[in-house]
């Protein structure tokens, strides 16, 4: 067996790459010395932690993605709701500049103004923060996303600077172009009766449409990136898992060497071990797994493959029981019996995808394959012998929920090991046998305990856990978008409606129809959606090039996820949009005309 982890302290002032370059060499001189075996293998170093939280690296940078997305549609919103402030202060910003403010009076005024909203938002923010913070660990570590290391997200110095850094670049950044705007209005212009002329007051419209258009894009995208993820889990909760987890504890058991040396003790010990368990009332079927480790073998009839591309699968070491017990159905041959002995012919169950990838054409029972890596001492000695195939299991996905394990099933007396994985279906709930398996142990060895006692649902939900978590984030992040997009869009045909009261009022005085006031502002809340479904179809479509690693069952560019995502969007938008354009249609004429 090739699959091999070791941990080592590099010495004083040596580092990783200095490491790999002597492991480098290592691995080639074992390729020259055993060319049979080792060429073709190599040696990969990496610290510790990387190895530890490796896979929390999808799911943060899934969420780092999000949140800049977010942060972006935050700006645009803050940017449009400055210009709106502006436009609303000419008047006092060109009294200022009557009385003798200059140029760069008025904008560091107004920057400054801006930088401190944003402040009061970034602390604010952190009081979020540290909330949040909290529920993500507790998230991460029901998931066991968080590895050895339960605390491994913290707010500290460095998360407090950067926070500041990205707050104050925000305000400095969106409060500076309306600043700007602002101060450059011209004096005459903006103590006319009429304020802006309507060339401006048209200009900023556009640009204020521009912005939502901006920020409706960005929000399709993270609403697609989650459809995506939602369809994939979706998928993979309807996929065949191989087993049926309802009622079934599992356990951990370890024999001693020093009381259990000889494979014929071992095998001995789980044999009774397994019949005092299925002799508990409340127990269907019982089974034990001592394997689990990757090898290579060779299917009969096959040419021997090139050094480093052997067949491998996981090698599952089980009792007679133990497919039964954990609900894995048998689709062509027999189970283990107790006549599966050391002094019987040596047997195997393959799984379905073994059988498919390497006897896709005919049945493989009776058929012969040959384990070349054997990874227990206690049967590592003599040459390996030919395995007779006499069944085929399901197929099971265990941590890889994307693709069923290639599995080879050899019976435990044939292969008997020190260790196993304790698995009992039951007909009560499964935690209320562990005392009476616990009873079964101790009656043969009352020094020995079990460790590790789950039932099988709750591993299976932690698999599932992997693309829960990262969905879950994205989904939060998704859902504040939408939010923020709807009140992007409200707050800009609000308060397009309010600059446009006097031409409505003039309107409706001259016979227009509130249908037909409702039917103008609606339709320029239209455009502006059209353009930002229109875009944010563009930079999903983007988007999906990254996302095709992590989706199962659909594709990428899957046309409904696309399709509700975009509906979505346009749904909310139109829903604020339909809100001025009541208060539009309501206007009094008489009253608009005579308060401008």
Avoid at 179 to 190: F, P, R
Avoid at 473 to 493: E, H, Q, R, T, Y
Avoid at 540 to 559: C, E, F, N, Q
Wanted: aromatic share 6%; glycine share 8%.
């Amino acid at each position: 067996s090739r699959d091999l982890q070791t941990q080592a302290r590099l010495s004083a002032g040596q580092s990783i790459p200095q490491a790999q370059a002597a492991m480098n060499a290592l691995a080639d001189t074992l390729a020259r010395e055993y060319p049979a075996a080792d060429r073709g293998w190599g040696i990969k170093v990496e610290p510790l932690h990387a190895a530890y939280h490796r896979q929390m690296q999808t799911p943060l940078l899934i969420m780092l993605g999000a949140v800049m997305f977010v942060l972006l549609i935050a700006c645009v919103n803050v940017a449009n709701l400055l210009l709106a402030r502006a436009t609303g202060r000419k008047r006092e910003v060109a009294i200022r500049v009557a009385m003798g403010a200059t140029r760069r009076r008025l904008i560091t005024q107004l920057l400054t103004e801006s930088l401190l909203l944003a402040v009061c938002g970034g602390a604010l923010g952190l009081l979020l923060a540290y909330a949040g913070d909290r529920l993500l660990t507790l998230s991460m570590v029901r998931y066991r996303l968080s590895g050895p290391n339960a605390r491994i997200i913290d707010i500290d110095w460095r998360v407090l600077v950067f926070s500041l850094a990205i707050t104050m670049t925000t305000g400095a950044i969106f409060g500076l172009a309306p600043s700007w705007a602002t101060a450059k209005t011209g004096l005459s212009e903006s103590l006319k009766e009429g304020g802006l002329s309507t060339t401006a007051e048209a200009g900023r419209r556009r640009l204020r449409n521009a912005l939502v258009v901006c920020e409706m894009a960005l929000a399709l995208v993270l609403l697609t990136g989650a459809g995506l993820l939602v369809r994939t889990f979706v998928e993979l909760a309807n996929v065949d898992l191989g087993i049926d987890p309802t009622n079934v504890i599992t356990m951990g058991l370890r024999l001693p060497a020093y009381k259990y040396a000889s494979v014929s003790q071992q095998a001995v010990f789980f044999r009774d071990l397994m019949q005092k368990i299925d002799n508990i009332a409340s127990v269907k079927t019982a089974g034990a797994d001592g394997g689990g480790a990757n090898v290579f073998f060779q299917p009969q009839g096959q040419p021997p493959a090139a050094p480093g591309l052997e067949p491998t699968a996981s090698y599952k070491i089980v009792t007679p029981d133990f497919l039964k017990a954990m609900g894995t159905r048998l689709v062509a041959g027999r189970e283990f019996t107790e006549r599966d002995n050391e002094g019987a012919t040596a047997v195997a169950i393959i799984s379905e995808t073994v059988a498919r990838r390497y006897w896709p054409d005919s049945s493989p029972l009776g058929s012969h394959l040959t384990v070349l890596a054997r990874v227990y001492s206690g049967k590592n000695s003599g040459s390996p012998r030919p395995l007779e195939i006499v069944g085929v299991a399901k197929d099971v996905r265990n941590d890889d929920l994307w693709r069923p394990e290639p599995a080879v099933y050899v019976p435990f007396a044939q292969n008997p090991v020190p260790s196993a994985f304790l698995v009992a279906r039951t007909a009560v709930p499964p935690m209320s046998v562990v005392p009476a398996i616990r009873d079964a142990v101790r009656s043969l060895d009352k020094e020995q305990p079990v460790n590790e006692i789950r039932t099988m649902s709750e591993i299976v939900s932690e698999t599932y856990g992997a693309i829960r978590f990262p969905m879950t984030l994205l989904w939060v992040f998704s859902a504040l978008a939408l939010l923020l997009s709807a009140v992007g869009i409200f707050g800009v045909m609000s308060y397009a409606v309010s600059r446009r009261t006097q031409e409505i009022a003039i309107r409706m005085a001259l016979g227009a129809s509130r249908r037909e006031v409702l039917r103008l502002v609606l339709r320029e809340g239209l455009w502006v959606t059209l353009f930002g479904v229109s875009l944010g179809l563009v930079g999903a479509l983007l988007l999906s090039r990254v996302m095709a690693g992590y989706v199962y069952g659909i594709t990428s560019t899957d046309p409904l996820t696309f399709a509700v995502a975009s509906v979505l969007l346009t749904f909310v938008a139109l829903l604020a949009s339909y809100i001025p354009a009541q208060r539009a249609a309501r206007v009094d004429p008489m009253v608009a005309l005579r308060y401008e």
